[in-house]
C-alpha cells in the first residue's frame, strides 16, 4: 500500500519560514482537503513533500523511500501532481495531452503501447471527454480544461494524486463535477490531497481536512470534528455558520 | 488525428528533388541526363567537376545548415514553449559567427581546420548556456528574446570592430561570409568538418525529444509526470548549441529559418514538440536549398548572401508570427 507520511516537515527561504513542524499522513481512500488562507503554506507543504522543494528539517515518506531519493519518473508513478498553474504551451489535442500522463512509462504522445493506450482511454471516459479527445485544447472551456488536466493526472494511475486547487476559477456545477470524478478515484481504492478554498464543498467531499495557518498545520481531523465557528474564525478571520457538515460564511469579522 | 503519416516521405521527395535541381541549375545549365550521367560518374570531366565538386556540396552544404538551424530552433521552441525561440533570435548564431570570425582574424583557424568549428562550437554554446540560465531565473519569454538581441547586438559589433581591424580586405570578406551567411564555394572537406559535430547535436536532441512533449504542460507538471527539468535543459542546449555551432562553422549566421520551418510543420504534427524534430529538419534544410538556388540564378553582379535571403523570407514571417500570438505565457 502506497501512503505519504510527513513528519516534522520544516521550510525556510530567504529567512522567511514557510513552513514549520508540519506533519500529516495520505492514504488509499483518504480524501483529504488542506485550507487555510493564501500564504498559509498549503503549495509548499505540497512542493517540499513531493522533494520538488528541498526541506530544511522533518522526514517524507513517499511509499517506503524518502521523496527527496526519488527520481522524477518513480515519484511520478507513486503520486499524480496537479499544480497550481496548468499552462498548456502549445494547442495539443485533447488525446496528446492525457497521454503525457504516461510519461513516466517511457510513452509520449503519438507513442503509446497498448497498457499506456487503455490507461489513456480509460482516464478520458473517467473524466467525460470521449467527445473532445480530438479538439485542440485552445477551444476548450475552463471546466473541459479542468477536466483535462484530471484525466491526464489519473492516467498515470498512480496510487496517490495531489491536486493543488482543481477548482479553482470553475463555475458551482464544474466545481461539483471535478469534484464527484476525484471522489470516484477515491472510492476506487486511490488517496487523495486535495488544497481547496471552497470550505462548503471541502466539508461535503473530504474525509479529512488539514487546516493550515502561518506554515504549521493548525488541526486535522474528519470534518465532524474539526469544522466549528471557533475554527473558521481562527483561520479565515469569518464569521461562519456550522451544522455538522454545512457551512454558511457570513462575512469577515 | 491531425499527425500525417505522409509528411516525412514527401519532405524526404521534396529534399531530393530541390537537391538535384540545385545540381541542374547555375551558371551553365545542364540537363537532367547530363547531371545524372556525372552522378553515375559519366564520361565527361567537366560534367563531373562541376557537379561532384561544386553544385553537389553546396547544395549540401545549404540542406546541413538548414537541417541543424530547424532541429535546433523545434528543440528551443520546446524547451522555452514559446514559438519565436530561434538560435538566429537568440542570439546563438551571431555569438558563434562572432566566435568564428575571431579564430580567423587572429589567424588561429590556419592551425587548424578543427579550429573554425571548435570556435564556432564554443560561441553557440555560451550563448546558449547564457540563454537557458536566464530561463531558469525568469519565466517570461520577452526577457529571453531581449537578452538575444542583446547577445546579435553585441556580436555585431564586436565583428564590426574586428573588421575594422582588419589587416587586409581578404580577412575582412571572409568576415562578411560569417556575418550574413553564405554557403558558396563549400566543399566536402569542409562539410566532413562540421557534420560531426551537427548529426551528435541532432543525435542529442533526439534522444531526450520525449521531454519536449512533457513541457507543453509548463515546468511544475512536466516535473510532475516525472521529467527531469535539469537533465533536459543541458541536453537541449547541448543538442542546439552543437547543432547550431556547425551549421555555423559551415555557413555562418543565417536567422529565421528555425522559426519558419517549426511554425510550418506544427499543426501537422499536432503542435508536438518531440515529433517536430525530424520534419522540421528536413523542411528547414528544403528552404535553404531552394534559397540557395535563388541566390545563384539571381541575376546580380555581386552573388547575394544566402543568410540576407533567408532574412528577407524570415523576417517577416518572424514579425507575422509575433503579431498573431496571443499572450499564453509572457
Given amino acids: 500500500m502506497t501512503e505519504i507520511i510527513v513528519k516534522n516537515l520544516g521550510l525556510t527561504k530567504d529567512g522567511a519560514t514557510l513552513l514549520e513542524g508540519a506533519g500529516f499522513t495520505l492514504r488509499p481512500g483518504q480524501l483529504i482537503?488542506?485550507?487555510?488562507?493564501?500564504?498559509?503554506?498549503?503549495?509548499?507543504?505540497?512542493?517540499?513533500?513531493?522533494?520538488?522543494?528541498?526541506?530544511?528539517?522533518?522526514?517524507?515518506?513517499?511509499?517506503?523511500?524518502?521523496?527527496?531519493?526519488?527520481?522524477?519518473?518513480?515519484?511520478?508513478?507513486?503520486?499524480?501532481?496537479l499544480p497550481q498553474q496548468r499552462p498548456l504551451a502549445w494547442p495539443n489535442s485533447v488525446r496528446d495531452v492525457v497521454a503525457l500522463g504516461r510519461f513516466a512509462y517511457g510513452a509520449a504522445p503519438g507513442r503509446l503501447n497498448p497498457k499506456d493506450a487503455k490507461a489513456v482511454d480509460t482516464a478520458i471516459e473517467l473524466c467525460d471527454l470521449t467527445e473532445l479527445t480530438t479538439r485542440h485544447t485552445d477551444t476548450l472551456s475552463g471546466g473541459e480544461l479542468a477536466r483535462v488536466h484530471c484525466a491526464r493526472a489519473f492516467a498515470a494511475e498512480a496510487p496517490l494524486l495531489i491536486a493543488d486547487e482543481p477548482v479553482a476559477a470553475l463555475d458551482p456545477r464544474q466545481q461539483f463535477r471535478i469534484m464527484n470524478i476525484i471522489q470516484a478515484y477515491v472510492d476506487r481504492g486511490g488517496g487523495a490531497l486535495v488544497v481547496l478554498h471552497d470550505i462548503p464543498l471541502a466539508a461535503k467531499y473530504a474525509s479529512h481536512l488539514i487546516w493550515m495557518q502561518e506554515g504549521r498545520i493548525a488541526a486535522e481531523g474528519p470534518p465532524e470534528q474539526t469544522l466549528t465557528a471557533q475554527r473558521m474564525a481562527d483561520i479565515y478571520g469569518v464569521r461562519a455558520r456550522i451544522d455538522g457538515r454545512k457551512v454558511e460564511i457570513e462575512g469577515a469579522i | 488525428m491531425t499527425r500525417t503519416s505522409w509528411l516525412i516521405p514527401a519532405l524526404l521527395i521534396a529534399s531530393v528533388l530541390a537537391m538535384f535541381g540545385a545540381c541542374l541549375l547555375g551558371s551553365t545549365p545542364m540537363s537532367p541526363a547530363r547531371v545524372l550521367s556525372a552522378f553515375l560518374g559519366g564520361t565527361d570531366a567537366a560534367d563531373r567537376l562541376v557537379v561532384w565538386q561544386i553544385r553537389l556540396p553546396r547544395a549540401l552544404a545549404a540542406y546541413l545548415v538548414g537541417a541543424a538551424l530547424g532541429i535546433s530552433g523545434a528543440a528551443l521552441q520546446g524547451l522555452l514553449r514559446n514559438p519565436l525561440a530561434e538560435p538566429g533570435v537568440l542570439g546563438v548564431s551571431a555569438s558563434a559567427s562572432l566566435a568564428a570570425t575571431f579564430s580567423l582574424y587572429y589567424g588561429l583557424a590556419a592551425v587548424s581546420p578543427w579550429v573554425l568549428p571548435m570556435a564556432a562550437m564554443f560561441g553557440a554554446l555560451a550563448a546558449t548556456s547564457l540563454i537557458a540560465i536566464a530561463a531558469i531565473r525568469t519565466q517570461s519569454v520577452v526577457t529571453l528574446i531581449l537578452i538575444g538581441v542583446g547577445l546579435s547586438s553585441f556580436a555585431g559589433a564586436a565583428m564590426s570592430l574586428l573588421m575594422n581591424l582588419a589587416p587586409n580586405p581578404f580577412s575582412l570578406s571572409d568576415m562578411i561570409n560569417w556575418m550574413l551567411g553564405s554557403v558558396a564555394n563549400r566543399s566536402f572537406r569542409e562539410i566532413g568538418f562540421s557534420v560531426p559535430f551537427i548529426l551528435a547535436g541532432a543525435a542529442i536532441l533526439l534522444a531526450s525529444r520525449r521531454g519536449l512533449s512533457a513541457l507543453t504542460l509548463g515546468e511544475e507538471a512536466a516535473s510532475g509526470i516525472g521529467l527531469d527539468l535539469r537533465r533536459q535543459r543541458i541536453l537541449t542546449v547541448l543538442g542546439a548549441g552543437l547543432a547550431t555551432g556547425g551549421s555555423v562553422a559551415l555557413g555562418g549566421a543565417i536567422g529565421f529559418v528555425g522559426i519558419v520551418a517549426p511554425h510550418i510543420i506544427r499543426p501537422f504534427v499536432g503542435h508536438d514538440a518531440a515529433r517536430s524534430l525530424i520534419p522540421s529538419a528536413m523542411l528547414a534544410g528544403l528552404i535553404l536549398v531552394l534559397a540557395d538556388i535563388g541566390v545563384r540564378i539571381l541575376p546580380s553582379t555581386n552573388e547575394l548572401k544566402l543568410g540576407v535571403v533567408a532574412a528577407l523570407i524570415g523576417a517577416p514571417a518572424f514579425v507575422w508570427i509575433a503579431m498573431r500570438r496571443r499572450a499564453i505565457n509572457d
Avoid at chain 1, 50 to 72: A, F, I, Q
Fill in chain 1, 33 to 81: 482537503a488542506l485550507l487555510g488562507p493564501n500564504g498559509a503554506g498549503k503549495t509548499s507543504l505540497i512542493r517540499t513533500t513531493l522533494g520538488m522543494e528541498k526541506r530544511c528539517s522533518g522526514t517524507v515518506n513517499l511509499g517506503g523511500t524518502d521523496s527527496e531519493s526519488l527520481s522524477p519518473m518513480e515519484r511520478a508513478r507513486r503520486v499524480a501532481y
